[in-house]
């Protein structure tokens, strides 16, 4: 059967996209040699990272714009650090919306002192705190766009002249925005774009170089735009499956061609969460993701009936984070519409057993 995979990451990845990849990993460009066994120093691989980042800048509309593209590794969580070390010289400000941003506050205490410009810590993150001000003394201020675990998406960013620094792990690709306004995106691979184990970070050059601080060379973001992403061993299979990924998306038009997919496939299953009355939404509906969609059922009894039918459905992984329970929907950008379609049926089904 089928299988529906709304997991939250490592998540679902376009079918073509794993069959090209499986096939590398035993032949790779008809070398007669797997793509996880040649030196990441061969023309056929670094050919592979030179396109994955070129990909990156043009999908992202940055090209020529005094940016470079990055594959690193240690996940969004190594760039919280990485950010503050090469960033942060006196005041940051980061917009805590949850349990990542609060992460990510914690590592950039380690290097200055932190301000938190608004949070939605009181209602356990349900919403993207707004009115907020951004002191004119910052180093940077820093978002999180897509809150995984709560289901919240940051609709209208900040203006201000203050450096922009934006985690966007989980829903980068996935719309259209002006991406020159930030200085610094990062974003692990295993929630829209590859496998577990890269992770793209975009820099305007410019913000570099401003810190008084010794950066040792692994954390140094000027060194690894110096070495081309080469400075170490890079994750080959992930930065290749990534490479395909952008590829199929580049094919299929772009950004704006899977947001308008993204938000049919939000609008599908927002509808049935909002109009069944077995379905309540947990995040505020004016800040609801089109990634992630979190909600609780309105009756606990119904859970053990509701699992069972998802299961003989093929759906995977919509069970809620542990902080928060309940259900949560994932519905990156190779998901497809008819998954969410079944969903919505299983869902509608309940409430007619119920």
Partial sequence: MKKHNFSAGPCILPQEVMKKASEAVLDFNGLGLSLIEISHRSKDFVAVMDKARSLSLELLDLQDKGYQALFLQGGASMEFLMVAYNLLEKKAGYLNTGTWADKAIKEARIFGE?????????????????????????????????????????????KTTTPLVCDMSSDIFSRQLDFSQFDLIYAGAQKNMGPAGTTLVVIKEDILGKVSRTIPSMLNYKVHIEKE?????????????????????????????????????????????????????????????????TFTLTEEKLKGVFDEMCKEAGINGIHGHRSIG???????????????????????????KG
């Fill in 114 to 158: 932190v301000v938190e410009v608004g949070s939605s810590k009181d209602k356990n993150y349900n919403y993207i705190p707004k009115g907020y001000s951004v002191p004119t003394d910052l180093d940077y201020l820093h978002l999180t766009s897509n809150n995984t675990i709560f289901g919240t998406q940051i609709k209208d960013f900040p």
């Fill in 229 to 293: 992403s080469m400075f170490n061993t890079p994750a080959v299979f992930p930065v290749y499956v990534s490479m395909l990924t952008l590829e199929w998306l580049k094919n299929l038009g772009g950004i704006a061609a899977i947001e308008e997919v993204n938000e049919k496939k939000a609008r599908l299953l927002y509808s049935e969460i909002d109009l069944n009355p077995l379905f309540r939404g947990y995040a505020q509906k004016e800040d609801r993701s089109i990634m992630n969609a």
């Fill in 326 to 352: 309940g259900y949560r929907a994932s519905m990156y950008n190779a998901l497809s519409l008819d998954s969410v379609g079944t969903l919505v049926d299983v869902m509608s089904e309940l409430e007619r």
